[in-house]
């Protein structure tokens, strides 16, 4: 197994080459084994390209393509990621009625399909199609945690940062926060900018946690030691989720978050960030395409780094490859289905193909992110620039804890912030959980 420094080095050097723009175009899409002669198969596909995911239109229009193609059909489930949709996922392999090709997690999250032989490997796939997934580097595709083999190949990978509406920060005459923003500074900001009549941070409590409780953390540690889970209250790794968790409540004591944050979900807390409520959304790089989409002025919006303290430098970000597709056990045994599953995620996973959907994220393609040279807007390249110039990087903790045992905290921060359940029991109920 690779050290976290080298993992570190690796997710790093990803994403300055995602930074990076080449002059390529899509003419030559390269679609692997996609055959010419037309089909006549429907394919069951659920992703998590829905709702307000930037890739959502990306998708739908690569299928549109894909069944032109092929003459194929896909009926599409796909829906927002959020931990009802991995219950989902988990609820459907169990009963029978999983999709014949799913995006979806890799890690932990995905143990139990793997564990129950619902999902095939790459090797096994690459007895029958030797090239499947050849223009990807194996090195940078997660295994499996159960046995070590790949099952999910990867499109985009992911970068979270801070997304900001200048506007915003300039009524409430606060700087933008940049590389040397550290957490007490941005802190005094977003007590100017409450005292201005604006919500610092767009953020749901109750429905979408989990990026502060990764940064909040990763703030009492650095990027080899957080993505490691705790042992007990009392390790390195369980003072640092008890100092963290303690951090959020501060903020939301302080009147950080929306007034709703309890109880909105996370489209209204976006649409706050965008119609000039809300100066701070922390979210990932799949945000890019759709605020671009959605914003009215987007020179009025960038990305930045997450004000850090303590051992995390600001400009240690959280990112890696943590997705991708799968083809299920079921459909890899029908005989009219097989060769059809391949076929889409060969097209899914071509060189341009991902290059649509990586945009500023990072990829495993052996050939790199190549995109079309036109004029980037100033919201993209400063995520381009937060990119290139990360110090260190690390994988998000909450992918090494199994999606049920998160619950004590995801589920339970309403709860904790307002002090009806001490931060120590729900941390300790996790570590338990995961025991």
Request: charged share 25%; hydrophobic share 40%.
């Amino acid at each position: 197994m690779r050290s976290l420094k080298k993992q570190t080095a690796l997710l790093l050097a990803l994403l300055l080459a995602a930074a990076s723009l080449s002059s390529c175009g899509f003419e030559n899409l390269k679609t692997g084994p996609v055959s010419k002669e037309k089909g006549n198969v429907e394919l069951t596909v659920m992703t998590m390209y829905a709702g307000n995911d930037g890739n959502a239109k990306n998708f739908r229009n690569a299928v549109s393509e894909w069944q032109k193609k092929t003459g194929n059909t896909v009926l599409d489930t796909s829906v927002t990621s959020d931990e009802a949709f991995k219950t989902r996922v988990k609820m459907d392999y169990q009963t029978g009625a999983e999709p014949d090709i799913l995006f979806y997690f890799s890690g932990e999250d995905a143990s139990v399909l793997v564990q129950n032989n619902r999902v095939v490997s790459l090797d096994e796939i690459r007895t029958v199609y030797p090239d499947y997934a050849s223009n990807m580097k194996e090195s940078l595709m997660q295994p499996s945690p159960v046995d070590q083999k790949i099952y999910c190949i990867p499109v985009n990978g992911y970068w979270e940062g801070l997304f900001v509406n200048k506007k915003v920060c300039r009524e409430a005459g606060v700087p933008i926060p940049d590389e040397n923003t550290d957490w007490d500074t941005f802190m005094g900001m977003c007590e100017k900018i409450r005292d201005a009549g604006f919500t610092p941070i767009a953020a749901s409590l109750a429905n979408v946690p989990h990026y502060w409780f990764e940064f909040c953390i990763y703030n009492h540690q650095d990027p080899e030691t957080h993505p490691v889970v705790p042992r007990n209250l009392y390790d390195k790794q369980g003072q640092a989720w008890i100092a963290g968790i303690n951090d959020i409540k501060m903020m939301y004591e302080k009147g950080f978050f929306p007034e709703s944050t309890l109880s909105a979900p996370d489209d209204e807390t976006m649409r706050d960030f965008l119609s000039g409520k809300a100066a701070f959304l922390l979210d990932g790089s799949w945000r890019v395409s759709a605020i671009e989409e959605a914003a009215e002025n987007i020179d009025d919006f960038c990305v930045t780094f997450v004000p850090g303290k303590n051992g995390r430098k600001t400009t240690d970000i959280i990112g890696g490859l943590s997705s991708g597709y799968y083809i299920s056990r079921k459909a890899w045994n029908d005989p009219e289905k097989r060769e059809a599953a391949v076929n889409f995620v060969s097209y899914m996973t071509a060189d341009e193909m991902v290059s649509r959907f990586a945009l500023v994220s990072v990829t495993a393609l052996k050939s790199g992110v190549k995109l079309e040279q036109s004029d980037v807007s100033s919201f993209v390249s400063s995520a381009l620039y937060m990119a290139e110039h990360a110090s260190g990087v690390s994988t998000a903790v909450q992918d090494y804890v199994p999606a049920e045992s998160r619950a004590p905290v995801f589920e339970n921060m309403p709860a904790i912030v307002k002090g009806l359940t001490p931060v120590e029991d729900a941390i300790g109920e996790v570590i338990k959980c995961i025991k």
